[in-house]
Nanobody
Framework: QVQLVESGGGSVQAGGSLRLACTLT????????MSWYRQAPGKEREFVSGISSAGRTTYADSVKGRFTISRDNAKNSVTLQMNSLELADTAMYYC??????????WGQGTQVTVSS
């Protein structure tokens, strides 16, 4: 069973930075299209950023220029560097792995809280 474990969440003041990591077990990260989603209280889960198995990156308009996604094959993980954090970035952040076989896996989530 593929497992995704997120880490790096926490509380930060507006304008600060956090770095999230998503580590895969029983799977090889470069085989998957990896992405980050977030869900704020009372809102639907939304796409934040993704990196394909080929290394192509995509970002939601709301985070472009502030967030950077990257993959570390040696650590079998994906990271999301979040800079210039805003109050609106407060949410539970989830890592998702989409395999070439059509299977999709989600992590348990890590909380990010941005305060003024």
């Amino acid at each position: 069973q593929v497992q995704l474990v997120e880490s790096g969440g926490g509380s930060v003041q507006a304008g600060g930075s956090l770095r999230l990591a998503c580590t895969l077990t029983r799977a090889i990260v470069w085989w998957y299209d990896m992405s980050w989603y977030r869900q704020a209280p009372g809102k639907e889960r939304e796409f934040v950023s993704g990196i394909s198995s080929a290394g192509r990156t995509t970002y939601a308009d709301s985070v472009k220029g502030r967030f950077t996604i990257s993959r570390d094959n040696a650590k079998n993980s994906v990271t999301l560097q979040m800079n210039s954090l805003e109050l609106a970035d407060t949410a539970m952040y989830y890592c998702k792995a989409s395999g070439r076989d059509g299977f999709t896996y989600w992590g348990q989530g890590t909380q990010v809280t941005v305060s003024s």
